[in-house]
């Protein structure tokens, strides 16, 4: 039989504020949805509403179109790249995206949403929620919308996760010709991360999705700053 996923939003969670606990929210969306959790899950989360939930947000001059230029700088460890008014940086967490991951976006007018402090802490904490209630084995991803090197538009990709192994390791297996792979290390946190967003949407207020059918090995512990953000010694490009 081949392999089957399925990705749903999850309805009702609300506009997010600061100081809202945001696992018990999505604890209580899924309470009340149509869907119920079952073992091998994995819940979703948009960094926007994680961030705000964790008061993230910093507020800037309405009328000033540069007012996040000392945002930028102060949420970077390194400039890589300027062009016209965008700059890609390197993070504290150790991503290279734009203006540090400062958005705009989805938040109220005079106001920036920086990155969550530590997104694996942030994912942590709602799996942990989401194991005491259900009893069941979850893993949880909190995504981003990130820009890609040679490729146009953007994606949604990982910037924490818990319950679940961020990058797999095929290599040494074999391929369907019996080759080995050499070099094979799927970034499986960021692909889930994806197909969620597909379900989600840029404005359709459903900052919360479920991907189920993911392979059982893809469950367990891991860390998507340690283990899927490629150092700079590997770093071609930096």
């Known amino acids: 039989m081949s392999r089957r996923l399925e990705v749903f939003g999850v309805d009702g969670i609300g506009e997010i504020h600061a100081g809202d606990d945001l696992a018990a929210l999505i604890v209580d969306a899924v309470e009340h949805g149509p869907d119920e959790l079952v073992d091998g899950d994995v819940v979703v989360v948009t960094q926007k509403v994680v961030s705000k939930a964790e008061n993230r947000l910093v507020a800037i001059d309405p009328d000033d179109p540069h007012a996040h230029r000392p945002l930028v700088a102060q949420e970077s460890v390194r400039i890589l790249r300027r062009r016209g008014d965008l700059v890609i940086s390197e993070t504290t967490h150790g991503f290279i995206c734009a203006n540090a991951g400062i958005d705009l976006s989805n938040v109220a007018r005079g106001w920036a949403a920086l990155l969550p402090e530590d997104s694996d802490r942030s994912a942590r904490r709602i799996r942990d929620a989401l194991v005491h209630r259900f009893g069941i084995r979850v893993g949880v991803v909190v995504s981003d919308t990130f820009g890609r090197p040679w ?3 953007v994606t949604d990709v990982a910037i924490g996760s818990a319950g679940l ?8 297996t074999t391929d369907a010709l019996g080759r080995e792979l050499m070099v ?18 840029k ?4 900052p919360v999705a479920v991907v189920r059918g993911v392979p059982g090995d893809w469950l367990g512990e891991g860390s998507v700053v340690g283990d899927l953000v490629r150092g700079s010694e590997d770093d071609l490009f930096r």
């Open 151 to 153: 490729r146009r538009g």
């Open 165 to 172: 192994r961020p990058v797999v390791d095929l290599r040494g």
């Open 184 to 201: 094979t290390e799927v970034a499986v946190a960021d692909e889930i991360a994806s197909a969620a967003e597909l379900v989600m949407g």
């Open 203 to 206: 404005a359709d207020g459903v």
